[in-house]
């Protein structure tokens, strides 16, 4: 065999013949067979000490005596260095203990052959799945979220029962909405959007967001505290699904984990938002992002590659259209822009199909193309369908609010009224931790600052201007999303945009059915801080990937890198994280009054105006009386003549109104009564008018008996 190749004989393979097996040589190479096989070529010792093969030489000897587990002793080349080994060779022999059939060779080769490990048992299996579930990462980006939101908006859960962020006003506002969306489905759901109050006026749910979707959450529980409650975990839960499903989308997108969560905590806490505390409507919008993740994910696209057959997904793009759908249900003020750009999305991938199929026809491509997807075909029409019908009866009692109540309709005078300038789009609000004292002055220039201050974050604007010279999305991409930012800027301008708005914003006002009834162009800074935290998912995405190429070069596994690199890509996400950091102010909020408790309506209550009604309408959770006071986005004409004739009462004519629009009941609060036009109104006199009264000296309470 000196100085000569052998053959490696194959592995599991049989000796030749009966006769080279007699050869002492042959047993040894039997027991080499043993050995783990290894391709000539390959790099490393193996190569070049040649344990693949037979040949001369000591490090040849050697190689093969550790592969075979022999030893040489003088005069007995080959000689194994075991019993278990001398057992293996005489199996090996043909005939040995088998009548000479071979059948001795598989018991020698078992001896070789990996142990079967045992099935693991029930609680193991158990164990291992809620292991696999909790170090998921969609379990870790939820649970995350979660904590985040609780941290970037306390102390909101420290006190849900008696506190709620921003104010008094409009937070109750939407705390009474919830509460009447979970009753009214629970005892009267098909006069849902007669609430109760706003009376005799019907649709009145319909003169603000209707917060409907939070419709399950509000059937918990009853009573005033009992939304209070329910609206502080809404106000948190709102903020932790903006940064889920902005992380869902730009995952989707083809982005790492650094970039995804950069980005939706940028989109989830940019400053702008901290004007809008007082907004749940404006805060929601996590579901926006959602539905775009799994749109996108169920027809197989994203940034980096065009969709595959295999990873289309019928049930995604389903489930997409529902989520969208409950997005419009909590309201039309991002309700309404979404829908009109979905719309838009499918009708490009329509046309974008439509062009593709043509063309291959012109050219004659016989090229395989792409499966036509039925499946997904159902997946489309059914989710269409069932948003296109929620849209339809989230529609009509608007429609039917805004004929019987034109006041409703958005004038353009409006619009001018709450369109940001130029600068507002650098100008933070009061309640931004980091900005809120620095930017005072510049918003004093503002004439209505809580929809002019929209700032979206000075390190998001940072990193999505890098995003467009370093990034890991396509050129063809970056100018996109750039194209994006720049139409949702000027649209959110309004009429503040040069001209007046008239070939920008007013086109579409003019143009698409339902967006008169839009009065904040601002908010559609929205799409603004989308765009632009996509751009920098790209640009921390290719952060991220040069620490990768670094910890490689440095001869490291790129998922194992240091503690330094870890911290470097994490920078981008702690730094939008503090500048979203927050000062809201969190109020006592006034306990319901005992002369409301049971009290018969419907019921009007002194003093009135739109804020003050705010808060007797969170009151009035305790039962649902009807009440004659709201407060909401839609002030009707009858609303202005109620409170007109209540500066009179308890005089013969305001009495037989009220008697005549079915009121039975007047409450009239001492507290906050100075100062306004029904401050007389105690001290009248109420002889003749067949009018109960009961003083329990914090109010004065009329009982009007019909006449």
Known sequence: MSGEETPEPRRGGALASSGAASDPSVAHLTLRQSAPEQRDDADGPAAETGTGRTGSGPQAAESARKATGTTEVAGEPGKPTDRAAADTVEDAAPGKGDGGTGKGDEAGWSRFAPVEPNPPGLLRRVGAGIGRFVTHEWTVASVGGLLLAVLMTWPTVLHPASTIPQDIYDPLLQTWQVAWDGHALLTDPLHLWDSNTFFPDHDTLAFSDSLLGYAPLGMIGSGPVAALVRYNLLYVLAYALAFVGMYALCRQLGTRKPGAAMAAAAFAY?????????????????????????????????????????????????????????????????????????????????????????????????????????????????????????????????????????????????????????????????????????????????????????????????????????????????????????????????????????????????????????????????????????????????????????????????????????????????????????????????????ELHAVAGPVLILPTDTLTDQRYMYWSTDGFPQLVNGGSGVQPAKQDQIRQAATDFPSQRSVAYLRQLGVRTVVVFRDGLVGTPYQNVISKSTIGLGIKISDTGPAVVYTLDPQ
């Open 270 to 594: 940019a400053p702008w938002r901290l004007a809008h505390g007082g907004h749940l409507n404006i805060l929601s919008t996590g579901g926006i992002a959602l539905a775009l993740a799994m749109l996108a994910r169920g027809h197989g696209f994203s940034f980096r590659r065009n969709g595959k057959p295999g990873r289309i997904r019928w049930g995604w793009a389903l489930g997409g259209w529902l989520v969208a759908a409950w997005q419009v249900t909590l309201g039309w003020g991002l309700g309404l822009p979404f829908c009109y750009l979905l719309g838009v999305l499918v009708v490009v991938g329509c046309a974008t199909w439509l062009v593709r199929k043509i063309h291959r026809r012109l050219r004659r491509d016989t090229a395989p193309a792409g499966r036509f997807h039925l499946s997904l075909l159902f997946g489309n029409l059914a989710g269409l369908a069932v948003f296109g019908a929620t849209c339809l009866y989230l529609g009509l009692p608007y429609l039917r609010a805004v004929h019987e109540h034109p006041e409703a309709r958005r004038t353009v005078a409006e619009l001018k009224l709450f369109s940001p300038p130029w600068q507002g789009f650098f100008i933070a609000p009061e309640q931004s931790f980091l900005w809120g004292d620095t930017h005072a002055r510049a918003r004093q220039a503002l004439p209505f600052q809580p929809e002019m201050t929209l700032l979206v974050g000075m390190v998001l604007v940072a990193f999505a201007v890098l995003g467009l010279f370093l990034s890991s999305w396509r050129i063809r991409t970056r100018l996109l999303l750039l194209a994006g930012v720049a139409v949702s800027v000027v649209l959110a301008m309004g009429t503040a945009f040069p001209g007046g708005g008239r070939y920008t914003y007013l086109v579409l006002y003019d143009h698409l059915p339902a967006w008169d009834a839009i009065r904040t162009p601002g908010r559609l800074v929205l799409w603004t801080t989308l765009l632009l935290a996509l751009l920098a998912a790209g640009a921390v995405n290719a952060l991220s990937q040069r620490a990768d190429e670094f910890a490689v070069s440095r001869g490291r596994n790129p998922r194992r890198i240091g503690p330094a690199l870890r911290l470097l890509v994490a920078v981008p996400l702690v730094l939008v994280l503090v500048e979203g950091w927050a000062r809201t102010p969190h109020p006592q909020v006034p306990t319901e009054p005992r």
